[in-house]
Nanobody, 118 residues
Framework: VQLQASGGGLVQAGGSLRLSCAAS????????MGWYRQAPGKQRELVAT???????NYAGAVKGRFTISRDNDKNTVYLQMNSLKPEDTAVYYC?????????????WGQGTLVTVSS
């Protein structure tokens, strides 16, 4: 099983980015999917999650600015990030709770770096 994240980069404060994360590898089903982030010197923290039925949950710091969505046909989760702030700078990791022909449980992507300049 592989989770491939993409879409990170350098953006000015107030700008937008869209992250994508595609899961592949003989996947039978995916339950919750989510995004987490880890800033330098800090612990990894929850950004947003989305259930298989589309219910969402956001960290307070991003509520109203970020939107998580998913395409179940493509086994892909997205994170639309608007009104970015320098404090959003971090490596963003995707996460999926899935069942595949090889494993069951939570899997992590490799991370994609988001840098927001002031």
């Amino acid at each position: 099983v592989q989770l491939q994240a993409s879409g990170g980069g350098l953006v000015q404060a107030g700008g937008s980015l869209r992250l994508s994360c595609a899961a592949s590898g003989n996947i039978f089903s995916i339950d919750d999917m989510g995004w987490y982030r880890q800033a330098p010197g800090k612990q990894r923290e929850l950004v947003a999650t989305i259930s298989s039925s589309g219910s969402t949950n956001y960290a307070g710091a991003v509520k109203g600015r970020f939107t998580i969505s998913r395409d179940n046909d493509k086994n892909t989760v997205y994170l639309q990030m608007n009104s970015l702030k320098p404090e959003d700078t971090a490596v963003y990791y995707c996460n999926a709770n899935l069942i595949s022909g090889y494993s069951v449980g939570y899997h992590w992507g490799q991370g994609t770096l988001v840098t927001v300049s002031s």
